[in-house]
């Protein structure tokens, strides 16, 4: 496992942008990296996702064409660029790793908070 730890959170308006990102205290460049969040009273759900490579990004419907997930391997960080934010985006953001061949991810982040005001 390695160590996660998500910064960028905060205060927005509807319409506005926040960038999240991750930083790992081990290698990651093997990894399929997400992106997760949980609003109040609602289950976790994924939001991104980026394989190893950089190639092959996946989205969540809700998020689709709004946000962008990206990666620096070199630098063990992964960032989450969010904009036309919406109020229901609002939650806690977790950063996630998922090893190579491993069918689950094993190491989170402590999660950052996201809210966006009407």
């Known amino acids: 496992q390695v160590q996660l730890v998500e910064s960028g959170g905060g205060l927005v308006q509807a319409g506005g942008s926040l960038r999240l990102s991750c930083a790992a205290s081990?290698?990651?460049?093997?990894?399929?990296m997400g992106w997760f969040r949980q609003a109040p009273g609602k289950e976790r759900e994924f939001v991104a996702d980026?394989?190893?490579?950089?190639?092959?990004?996946s989205y969540a419907n809700s998020v689709k064409g709004r946000f962008n997930i990206s990666r620096d391997n070199a630098k063990s960080t992964v960032a989450l660029q969010m904009n036309s934010l919406k109020p229901e985006d609002t939650a806690v953001y977790y950063c996630a790793r998922k090893p190579w061949g491993a069918g689950e991810y094993d190491s989170w982040g402590q999660g950052t908070q996201v809210t966006v005001s009407s």
């Open positions: 980026i394989p190893w490579s950089g190639g092959g990004t």
């Open positions: 081990g290698r990651i460049s093997t990894s399929t």
